[in-house]
């Protein structure tokens, strides 16, 4: 349904002109050093817009429950060498990219503090950047206090020259969307609770510290802990586990990173489908490539041996072998 707008126009001059805005949408664009910022009528009383610094937008939503219990969708497009874009809340949201290339020297380029669902979802036919020199408060270009659900039919770049490329405090996972971690100081991806790859595509290249570091949340769980990841059943789960169930993951660190893992999880590496590769400079391996759930792990120290979704992953070197292959893998 369209309907009228309540447009809130932030560092902009000019004369504002009445157009039509999806309910339960807030448009920002952002252009140069400046940035608008657009709700929808009918949500206005639930979005309150900050004035921040030029061209940082600041929103802070309150309760949509009255709202046919339907989420707000920010929709984020345009392009600022000074931009961010900041969202408080305690209710679950999407974050639509829309064409979005974003810097930000002094902090995160997207930060959400909200801890319920986020779903940050890059649109179809469409290349979106996030360029971030993040800080110790929020330590990445993409910070979620969260469940992080990252979709789309796009492309999302991400890099940060000061923390992780992607940091969710609770679970995230990935569905279609093509994620390039192209840098990164410390961890490609950092989450806690679990990491689940359904499909899609993930480079990770050129980080500091791991490709993807899973732990836990510290939180008592109240869900059931699956061995794989063919359910849904992942919700309130706090495992520190990794799942693969499809798509192609790519990780390779920087090549002056030497003590870094590919992977460092508190579970279980629990890979079903899906095609995982990496370049570990630390381990001395090469390429390392982890085929699905009929591979094997072996433990060198004690000789057992046992598929990777069956067995909890202890700090050490794991050799994964595969038929013929044997690859080394090391976890932190």
């Known amino acids: 349904m369209k309907q009228l707008f309540l447009s809130v126009m932030l560092w902009l001059t000019g004369i504002c002109t009445t157009l039509a805005i999806d309910n339960n949408t807030v448009e920002i664009v952002y252009s140069g050093t400046t940035a608008s910022v657009t709700v929808a009528s009918n949500i206005s009383q639930y979005v309150t817009v900050s004035s921040g610094t030029s061209p940082k937008v600041v929103i802070s939503q309150t309760n949509t429950d009255l709202i046919d219990n339907d989420e707000i969708t920010y929709v984020l497009s345009g392009t600022s060498t000074a931009g961010a874009f900041q969202l408080t809340g305690a209710f679950k949201c999407t974050v639509s990219l829309a064409g979005l290339q974003l810097t930000n020297t002094t902090g995160p380029a997207i930060t959400i503090n909200n801890g319920k669902r986020v779903k ?100 008592t769980s109240t869900g059931e802990i699956q061995a794989t990841a063919t359910t849904e059943a992942h919700d309130e789960e ?29 579970g279980t590496i629990s890979h079903n489908a899906g095609s995982f590769n990496g370049t570990d400079y630390g381990s001395g391996v090469s390429t390392l490539t982890i085929a699905p759930a009929q591979a094997t792990v072996f433990i060198p120290l004690s000789g057992q041996s046992s598929a990777p979704s069956s067995r909890r992953l202890q700090p050490g070197i794991y050799i994964y072998k595969n038929g013929l292959e044997t690859k080394k893998l090391l976890i932190k």
């Open 120 to 219: 940050i979802s890059a649109k179809k036919d469409t290349e979106n950047t996030l360029t971030a020199k993040s800080n110790a408060t929020y330590n990445a270009a993409l910070w979620c206090k969260g469940h992080l659900e990252l979709q789309g039919n796009g492309i999302l770049n991400v890099s940060d020259s000061y923390g992780h490329g992607i940091r969710a405090k609770e679970y995230l996972q990935i569905k279609n969307l093509t994620l390039n971690i192209t840098s990164a100081a410390k961890d490609g991806i950092n989450c806690r609770e679990y990491f689940w790859m359904k499909s899609g595509t993930v480079n990770i290249s050129n980080v500091g510290s791991d490709g993807i570091d899973v732990s836990l949340d510290g939180v």
């Open 238 to 266: 706090d495992s520190g586990n990794f799942y693969q169930d499809g798509g192609t993951l790519n990780v390779a660190l920087a090549s002056s990173n030497t003590t870094g893992s590919l992977l460092q999880v508190s």
